[in-house]
Nanobody, 123 residues
Framework: QVQLVESGGGLVQAGDSLRLSCATS????????MGWFRQAPGKEREFVAV????????AYANSVKGRFTISKDNAKKTVYLQMNTLKPEDTAVYYC????????????????WGQGTQVTVSS
């Protein structure tokens, strides 16, 4: 049973930075992709970033491009989301997701999801 556990959320001010972590366990993901999503109150879940475990290829939503960076530590089986220059509109619950292909993760049809971590950015 694959488990994904997010951490690192919190309350910060606009312009600050946060780094989220997603620790994985219970499986081998050498050919998989890991993504970050977020859901703000009253809004639909949206894609944020994705990375492939093997090659490390990345992709980002336009809203975070240039501010957020997704990375991975294969030895620790952990994926990170470095968020810089945070804005109030980045406030949301952030989820990590695991899937067999980048396309599936980006589309939201991932195999496994974490429980989420709250990020709140005050103005």
């Amino acid at each position: 049973q694959v488990q994904l556990v997010e951490s690192g959320g919190g309350l910060v001010q606009a312009g600050d930075s946060l780094r989220l972590s997603c620790a994985t366990s219970g499986g081998t993901f050498s050919d998989y992709a890991m993504g970050w999503f977020r859901q703000a109150p009253g809004k639909e879940r949206e894609f944020v970033a994705v990375i492939t475990w093997s090659g490390g290829s990345t992709a980002y939503a336009n809203s975070v491009k240039g501010r957020f960076t997704i990375s991975k530590d294969n030895a620790k089986k952990t994926v990170y989301l470095q968020m810089n220059t945070l804005k109030p509109e980045d406030t949301a619950v952030y989820y990590c997701a695991l899937g067999p292909t980048t396309a599936m993760v980006v589309s939201g049809t991932a195999d496994s999801w974490g429980q989420g971590t709250q990020v709140t950015v005050s103005s």
